[in-house]
């Protein structure tokens, strides 16, 4: 049974640090209505100042100071933050009549638990039970402008500050109130699970004094946050708030949803990626097939609507449809390979400087799709629209529709619903985008859904990209490190989620200006490495790709890691102490001797089985892995039906620091969820390119992290730094030391540095490929005959 053991643990040292910062003031907003209403101004970056202590200057080493990289300075997070800055005070905290508080919450939760934490953030801040906040999604709001993106783990960094201030300030307005009503000093007032009781007993509901404390006109107040040793759910163990609705099949997502005579809707697609039709031979014949309501040519493909879906997949594989070539007809793996490696930026430090040690990695394509498929649920009226999905930016999610639909923006409803998985994916709302057109084109409602074929052969993926290092050392010392990402375009549409990026990023070399700052702004070398750099290169070949699953850091991590390896063999330096050596900060070096000692890294292993380190910085923490792989012939060609199998990673010590810790269990929940994202890509989980088209076409033959490949063993220790005034981003830190380390494990144990990911890659399909006609291969019939 496979055992997980995950832990939340102060740095040994921290415990006592002296607290140096001082309380800040925070402005927030008393809104005109009839009950309480409140919203925050967002001032400072920090609670405590810009410079907490562990960001301050380690002693110097001896070593070659590293270059000085953006991250370092400004990364993702700040820039995000800065964005939403304006319009911090849009957003707004209610308590209602029955005692209850509400918040729209302005980002899409696809399962990694941001209700939750924000439930979490406002019932601290009003001393109440998780439960009494009742947290949901906000429909599109273009007045938020830069204000409603959900991506980059950096929904907490961004909204942290502003919802505690409005619940201090709601918190605050209630006291006040409650303290007229019963003639008392506020200060003798105390507050618990939305009762305020007085010195002699009395007390009164939040229900009861909403409406006294309500502001007939806006006015700013200033506001005092609770001080931190004061937390008592914040830092605490929470159980996701929709769990027992996961588990008992109740939780809705979009294609649940019964909205009146909006129907099941398919689209047939092309065989080749992003082929488009010419001409259907028998709309008629289908068009009288059973349940099916109505069928018509759309920019996708032909759409379909039916009584039911499995009507509609029924009638989609019985339409003869005479297609155009796709975007990237005859293409395959190496073709594509060649235009990347003829893309490659050249490397700055000639050889010869010192010692050269050079590597060249390849990334092919990973598949983008979630759990839950494309979808969205459109009803077009003459002159409104109203559109249902989850949409991790829906404000230019509402204008393109608005665009396609020749409406005004404000003409279009837009209703985030909770997902079911994203991983970058429903950055993008191409399912919205289509069942806009399609109910357009029917006059009717439409409940649009991906299958799983669409979505592996046609939906968006993560790009195909090289990697290229050069370093140079003498003696001891790494004189420069230097290293050259050249991809496929990732599409990072739209932008900043509002429609005046998402138009920038569709203007001539626009998507490359918005990946560029992404690149620049999230990938950092940890390591005091001299002359450090590192350029992004993206080719635009027509391919749908997507800001999967921690965008570029998992392969830039993955190559630097291997890197760092064989700098340290070239020194006789053991690679857990070489990196230590080098690490640039303090902080992030203790995440690395944590791992270390959790791991009992350099224990004795046996011949084919080996430890792996791998280390990475994002997100305002730092992250450490240690892994252990077993690569003996007979773990590696074990037989399972129809499946990868090769190397296995049989133990996982990760060990993360992303300073204040709202939620440690959903801390570790996102660390385990990216630690499997990491076996996929490294290990089993890829798209084949044949002729124009993706030969994988369900879950049944993409080989993403099955049971089978899972860690008999993982511990996971989150580390809560008490000198980071805040917390840092979360959702995608797992992933990329995490790839690093099994990377280093694998050549460590096999004694072949590998040059190509995942591993299995190049071994023959263990499937044999579904048609590409019919579109949507057949559903199994006989399942329990293969259920072990």
Known sequence: MPTHRATTRPRPDACAAPRTASRRRFLGYLLAAPTL????????????????????????????????????????????????????NLIKITVHRDGTVSFALPRSDNGQGIITS??????????????????????????????????????????????????????GALLDAAAAQLSQEKAVLSSRAGLITGANGHSLPFGKLTESAASPVDRAVEVVLKDREK?????????????????TGRKKFATDLRIPD???????????????????????????????????????????????????????????????????HGEDDESVLKKLRRAELPLAVPKGAGKTIEGQFTFYFRGGSALETNCAIADVRKDRAEIWGPAKSPIAAQADIAKKLGLPQNSV?????????????KLFYDAALEAAEVSKKFGKPVKLMWTRADDSRQGRVHPMATSRVRAQVAGDTVLSFEQRHTSVATEINPGLSEAITAAATKAPLGNLTVSEFIFETTQLNPYDFGVSTRFLNEVDMRFNTGSTRNIYSPDMATARELMVDRIAASMGKDPYEFRAAFTKQQRWRRVLER?????????????????????????????????????????????????????????????????????????????MGGINDALAMTLTASMHLDDGHFVEASWDNYFYTRQWNTPPEMNIIVIEDSEAPEPGGVGEFGVAATCGAIACAYARATGRVPEYFPLDHKEPLPFEPYPTVPPIPPSPTNGLDKTF
Not at 231 to 247: E, L, M, N, R, S
Not at 280 to 305: C, E, F, Q, Y
Not at 417 to 423: D, I, K, L, N
């Open 231 to 247: 937390f008592t759910v914040i830092g605490k163990p929470h159980t996701k708030t929709d769990a027992h609705a996961i588990v």
């Open 413 to 425: 409803t837009f209703h985030v619903t909770e997902g079911g998985g994203s991983f970058g994916r």
């Open 118 to 171: 924000t439930q979490m953030i406002i019932a601290e801040e009003m001393n109440l039970d998780v439960d009494q906040v009742q947290v949901t999604l906000a429909d599109a709001r273009p007045e938020l402008v830069f204000n409603q993106l959900t991506g980059g783990s950096s929904t907490t960094f961004t909204t942290f500050t502003p919802i505690r201030v409005a619940a201090a300030l709601a918190h």
């Open 37 to 88: 209403v409140v919203a925050a101004e967002l001032g400072g970056s920090s609670l405590f100042g810009t410079t907490p202590a562990w960001a301050a200057a380690i002693p110097e080493l001896p070593k070659l100071p590293g270059t000085p990289q953006t991250p370092e300075v400004y990364d993702l997070l700040d820039a995000l933050r800065d964005a939403a800055r304006p319009t911090a």
């Open 595 to 671: 791992v270390a000692k959790e791991a009992d890294w350099g224990k004795s292993m046996r011949s084919g089985t080996a430890q792996g380190i791998g280390m990475h910085v994002e997100y305002k923490g730092a992250a450490a892995c240690v892994v252990e792989i077993d690569c003996r012939s007979d773990t590696v060609n074990r037989k399972i039906r129809q499946a990868r199998t090769g190397p296995r990673v049989t133990k996982v010590t990760y060990v993360v620091d992303i300073g204040l810790v709202i939620n440690p269990r959903g801390v570790e929940a996102q660390m």
């Open 262 to 328: 909006a129907l099941p809707t398919v689209i047939c697609r092309a065989p080749d990626l992003n082929g488009y039709p010419k001409g259907v031979d028998n709309l008629d014949d289908v068009r009288s097939m059973p349940g099916v309501t109505d069928v018509a040519v759309v920019g996708a493909g032909v759409a379909v609507r039916a009584a039911t879906f499995g009507q509609c997949i029924d009638a989609v594989n019985e339409l003869k449809v005479r297609w155009n070539a796709g975007t990237v």
